[in-house]
């Protein structure tokens, strides 16, 4: 009997190009030596398409179709709640990056606990770590339960199978690139591995409706491994941040189709695992200096949360000819352009001055609503004249110099007035009435020469 015959083809290992014959630069994403032989029967087992429930998918019109509200299990702990989007979706699958020792897998064994708290079970699926080294991270963690299932398994048909035995309300991989197909030729972690156990994990969630959680490593830029087809794949995508070798950590949604993506949740590691941080305004703010040139407070909204952040500025002359520019946490671009305004507006010498900017606590900010506070932060370390500590500034800044109003200034100014700052600098034109407390004085600044009149006088 003849023996199937299996086609070969190449894929490329960044973006996940495929080819019949192998090149050395890839004519999709321009890297070079990317491209790795992978063969495939040329029979593949036909895979039949399911809805939800498991039966055969059809055509349905829209009309038809009965609507139910998504069915969410909230864990013990909010802050992750409120990342998700109100809770846990049943059915879904989440998908988990970070840097290596960021803490995901710490993350997801607590999580894990949490769950058979809630009478659910639980299958944890490691594939970097035998059963005995996860019994002892969970001792360490204190995470025990009867509902608790641990598993040390890479053979995709073997972890099916378990499912179907088990029967588990969730499932955790960790990590996706450690898993592998049997009926794929090519290495575990690479493209085409990763393709298919996602998808037959995908295949799992939607027709047994079980949620699952799987681990993704990243790259060295920080992006997670593999086809980008797998964050298209999954439902929710979560990025697990910080510095590790500092104690607090942020996880933010940047995919999530039953919530926001503006959500964060800020943790704290100790030596008994991931701990929720309350009040995240107090702690990016608790190590702040009094009468500081270059330190301004920005109420930012993330999601629907206000969060006070202090921005960090150093400005000094420069030793080079072109004057050097540093942004952390902070948008590069948006540093250069009130940089300029600032230059052209206001009359600041700046093309002979370095420049280095970041926002502490590790946060990232985005949003128009910081523009003010650079701007400030930026003038007083060039000036080196202090602003008050108790003063805040909320706005953001046009070319023209102008100030612009912002979102959802009530709740940041509430937010402010909590933690004691009593000077509160907000566009002019922030249209609507709001409640005002007793104890803050609103500043209204129309241009950024007038804020910088106002915050630091001469």
């Keep these: 009997m003849a023996k199937a015959k299996r086609t070969t083809k190449f894929v490329c290992s960044s973006c996940g190009y495929e080819s ?81 020792g960021i803490g995901k897998s710490t993350l997801l064994l607590q999580v894990s606990a949490e769950l058979t708290l809630a009478d659910k079970k639980v299958l944890y699926i490691s594939g970097e770590e035998s059963v005995k080294q996860t019994k002892l991270r969970a001792e360490r963690l204190q995470v025990s339960g009867d509902n608790l299932y641990l598993y040390a398994e890479t053979n995709l048909e073997a972890i099916q199978a378990t499912i179907d035995f088990i029967k588990p309300d969730f499932v955790i991989i960790d990590s996706i690139q450690t898993v592998y197909h049997p009926d794929v030729t090519s290495a575990a972690g690479s493209v085409s591995q990763v393709r298919e156990s996602t998808a037959a994990l995908m295949r799992i969630a939607k027709m047994q409706n079980i949620t699952v959680f799987i681990v993704g490593h990243v790259t060295k830029e920080g992006a997670i491994a593999g086809p980008r087809l797998l964050e298209h794949m999954v439902d929710t995508v979560l990025y697990f941040e910080g510095e590790r070798h500092h104690a607090y950590r942020i996880l933010r949604a940047v995919k999530n189709r039953f919530g926001s993506t503006n959500e964060i949740g800020i943790f704290e590691m100790r030596d008994v695992g991931l701990v929720e941080v309350a009040n995240p305004s107090e702690v990016f703010l608790e190590e702040r200096l009094d009468n500081a040139s270059g330190s301004t407070v920005v109420a930012s909204m993330e999601g629907t949360r206000p969060v006070l952040v202090e921005i960090q500025a150093l400005v000094s002359p420069t030793m080079f000819g072109n004057a050097k520019r540093m ?33 502490a606590g590790g946060v990232r900010l985005d949003e128009p609503a910081v523009d003010l506070a650079i701007a400030v932060s930026v003038a007083s370390s060039y000036h080196d004249r202090p602003t008050k500590s108790t003063d805040c500034f909320i706005g953001e800044l046009g070319l023209t110099g102008e100030v612009r109003s912002v979102a959802r200034i009530e709740e940041r100014v509430k937010e402010a007035s909590k933690l004691g700052f009593k000077r509160i600098f907000i566009p002019t034109n922030n249209g609507g009435e709001f409640k005002i407390p007793k104890s803050v004085e609103i500043v209204r600044v129309a241009t950024i020469a007038e804020a910088l009149q106002q915050a630091l006088p001469k």
């Design 20 to 100: 019949p014959k192998w090149m050395g630069k890839c004519p999709n994403c321009g890297e070079w030596n990317q491209m790795v032989e992978a063969l495939e029967p040329s029979k593949k087992a036909s895979r039949s398409s399911f809805q939800h429930t498991g039966e055969p998918s059809k055509a349905m019109r829209i009309t038809d179709v009965m609507s139910e509200s998504e069915k969410r299990v909230q864990t013990k702990m909010p802050e992750l709640n409120r990342v998700l989007g109100g809770g846990v979706v049943e059915g879904s699958m989440v998908l988990v990056g970070g840097d290596p």
């Design 327 to 359: 942004a952390t946490g902070l948008d590069y671009n948006k540093v250069s352009l009130i940089m300029a305004v600032l230059e052209k507006r206001v009359g600041l010498l700046l093309q002979n001055q370095d420049a280095y900017l970041k926002a």
